[in-house]
C-alpha cells in the first residue's frame, strides 16, 4: 500500500499563488474560502529583508484529531494515509476544526460541510496533486514514502514538520527558506 508525503521546498517557492488557484479550480472550492493557501512572511529591516513563504493546508496527520473526534464518522481516514471527509455524513458541528492544530479546515459556504486539502485524491487517486502540477518552481513534491525520490531528500535535506511536538505525525513536510525571497 502506498503512503503519500508532500513536501514543500520554501527555497523554491515564489509565492506566485499558482498551487491555491489550481487547487480552486480542481476541488471547485468557492470565492473567500482555501484548501491551500501561500503566505508571504516578510523578516528584517530594510535594506536585509527576507520572505519567506509558508504553505498553509491541512497536513495529512497520521493521528488525525480531526478524526477522532468526529462523532458522525464524516471525517475518515484512507490506508494510504490521506484524511478525507465525506460530506455526507458531516453534520457541521465544527468539533473537527477547532481539534485540528493546523487551522486547515473550513465551513464550505456551498456544501456546508467542513473542508480541506485532500491531496486531490477524490480526482485524481493518488496521481499528482493539482497543486503540485503547476507549481512553476517545483516547491511541491509528491510521492509514495518508499519513492526513491522522497528517500533522497530525506536523506540530503532538512524536512521539518510543523508543530512535530504535538506528536499527530504530519505527512506534509517543509524545507526551510535558507536564502530569502526571490525579487525582481
Known amino acids: 500500500m502506498k503512503k503519500y508525503v508532500m513536501i514543500h521546498d520554501e527555497n523554491l517557492c515564489i509565492g506566485c499563488a499558482a498551487c491555491s488557484v489550481a487547487c480552486k ?5 468557492p ?34 484529531p480531526c478524526v477522532s473526534v468526529c462523532p458522525t464518522g464524516a471525517s475518515f ?21 477547532l481539534a485540528c492544530p493546523y ?46 525520490e522522497i528517500k533522497q531528500i530525506f536523506a540530503s535535506k532538512v524536512v521539518e514538520f510543523k508543530k512535530a511536538h504535538l506528536n499527530t505525525k504530519p505527512q506534509l513536510g517543509f524545507i526551510k527558506n535558507t536564502k530569502g525571497g526571490y525579487y525582481e
Do not use: W
Not at 481516514?77 to 476544526?97: H, P, Q, R
Not at 485532500?118 to 510521492?143: E, H, M, Q, W
Open 25 to 29: 479550480n480542481e476541488n471547485n472550492i
Open 31 to 64: 470565492a473567500g474560502v482555501f484548501r491551500v493557501q501561500v503566505h508571504a512572511k516578510m523578516k528584517g529591516v530594510f535594506p536585509n529583508l527576507k520572505t519567506d513563504f509558508e504553505r498553509i493546508s491541512c497536513v495529512m496527520c497520521e493521528d488525525s
Open 77 to 97: 481516514k484512507l490506508a494510504n494515509g490521506i484524511t478525507l471527509i465525506d460530506e455526507k455524513l458531516c453534520v457541521s458541528c465544527k468539533y473537527c476544526i
Open 103 to 148: 487551522n486547515a479546515r473550513f465551513i464550505n459556504p456551498i456544501t456546508k460541510a467542513v473542508d480541506k486539502c485532500t491531496f486531490c485524491y477524490p480526482n485524481r487517486k493518488g496521481a499528482t496533486p493539482a497543486c503540485v502540477s503547476v507549481c512553476p518552481t517545483d516547491a511541491l513534491i509528491f510521492a509514495d514514502t518508499s519513492s526513491k
